[in-house]
């Protein structure tokens, strides 16, 4: 079934009009850069082709109705008086929330929202669907915000109303993405560029471990916690540093690594994870797709053993992976305890990948993993 004139159909029969707008706003592969978003680092992620769609039209009141399409759920309540409802809702609610506080009035809302963006793989629906509601809002109501302002207000959004410390990563790389290609971005300027993804006969393909462990949230903020700590740490011999990002292996040999070897290894993954970074930026520009592909294992080494934010189930998959032919690189993607793993594939290695990984997940957790080969699409856009 197509979802627009799905979600068109559930418009009219929910609000007997047709919608003013329809927003299509995708989730986000990262190449490489995990967990470095948020210690001012740099990252290398692209919007691709699994997307939120979002039909929308204003109020002559002060209500807000949102539907959840896909879980057949609904929400009311009034842009009055927005609080958290610890729901699907807060998403849309937080943003609503960000722009008054920006100063913005708005009026009342109605919304359809669904899509093909699988929640909890690490995909970034959540980001996807913010940006969306940022956008539509600011479109219905010729606020005059840019795509930088919506942006902050997701990842604002996101902080304070959602309460998840995440960085700026993945709502930067859906609301900027550009087709067939990644998003060199610098989180601690915001300064970016657009890079091709030329990597020919090779596929970005993602496999979900269909595993989402409790630990995400409250592991994530401790990872940051950690971080921060090993700055605080620091600052007493070099006060110049302000985040992991002015941080050195060498600063760090110094100072931590005998006294507080769990920290060491904490901020030793960040510091050598924007070095990656920057080596698979140059690989990519050379060409060197095998030796981008050799990074993607050392981050998710480091990912797994020194920043313990994988699981038995994305290791499985990178290991499979690793033993596959025509695999190039893979490693885990996301905040990690679950969701997918990313890889680079030969075309011509594509389909005994699929067979391989499906049937030996399957046989080793009893899961069906699910495969996606991606394409790199258009951030945040109107789709009409
Ligand atoms: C989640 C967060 C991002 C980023 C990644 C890890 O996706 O939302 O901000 O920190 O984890 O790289």
């Given at each position: ?25 995708p989730?986000r592969?990262n ?33 807000l ?25 807060d ?26 963006i ?14 969306a ?14 795509r930088l ?24 790389a ?13 989180c ?40 921060e ?44 994870e ?9 690989a990519?520009?050379?060409?060197d ?59 011509d ?36």
């Amino acid at each position: 079934m197509d979802l627009l004139p799905a979600l068109a159909n559930s418009f009219q029969s929910t609000f007997q009009e047709a919608p003013t707008l329809f927003i299509c706003s995708p989730g986000r592969v990262n190449l490489i850069g995990e967990h470095t978003d948020y210690n001012e680092g740099f990252v290398l992620p692209a919007a691709i082709d699994k997307a939120i769609y979002l039909a929308v039209g204003p109020r002559t009141d002060n209500k807000l109705h949102f539907v959840a399409y896909d879980i057949q759920k609904t929400f009311t309540g009034s842009i009055d008086h927005i609080e958290p409802t610890k729901s699907w809702a807060d998403y849309i609610l937080g943003v609503l929330q960000q722009l008054q506080q920006a100063g913005h009035t708005l009026r009342g809302l109605n919304c359809v929202f669904g899509g093909a963006i699988p929640m909890g793989a690490g995909l970034s629906s959540s980001a996807a669907l913010e940006n969306a509601v940022g956008f539509a809002t600011n479109e219905l109501f010729g606020l005059g915000l840019d795509r930088l302002a919506l942006l902050r207000l997701s990842q604002k959004s996101e902080n304070e109303f959602v309460g998840a410390k995440v960085g700026i990563m993945d709502m930067f790389a859906s609301m900027m993405g550009r087709a067939g290609h990644v998003i060199k971005l610098d989180c601690r300027s915001l300064e970016y560029a657009y890079a091709p993804l030329q990597m020919d006969g090779i596929r970005i393909v993602l496999c979900d471990t269909r595993v989402k462990h409790s630990l995400v949230t409250s592991e994530y903020n401790t990872r940051r916690a950690e971080c921060e700590a090993g700055v605080r740490y620091l600052q007493v011999f070099y006060p110049e540093i302000k985040s992991l990002r002015d941080v050195t292996m060498a600063m760090l040999d110094e100072h931590l690594k005998e006294s507080n070897p769990h920290l060491y290894r904490r901020c030793g993954y960040v510091v050598r994870e924007n070095q990656r970074v920057l080596n698979g930026v140059a690989a990519l520009e050379a060409d060197d797709i095998a030796a981008f592909g050799q990074l993607m294992y050392a981050s998710h080494e480091g990912l797994s053993h020194e920043y313990e934010v994988s699981c038995p189930e994305l290791d499985l998959l990178v290991s499979m992976a690793r033993h596959q032919p025509g695999v190039l690189g893979a490693r885990m993607m996301g905040g990690g305890f679950g969701g997918c793993t990313i890889n680079l594939v030969r075309e011509d290695a594509l389909d005994a990948f699929t067979k391989e990984i499906t049937s030996q997940y399957f046989a080793q957790t009893g899961k069906d993993t699910y495969l996606h080969v991606c394409k790199i699409e258009d951030g945040t856009h109107l789709v009409r």
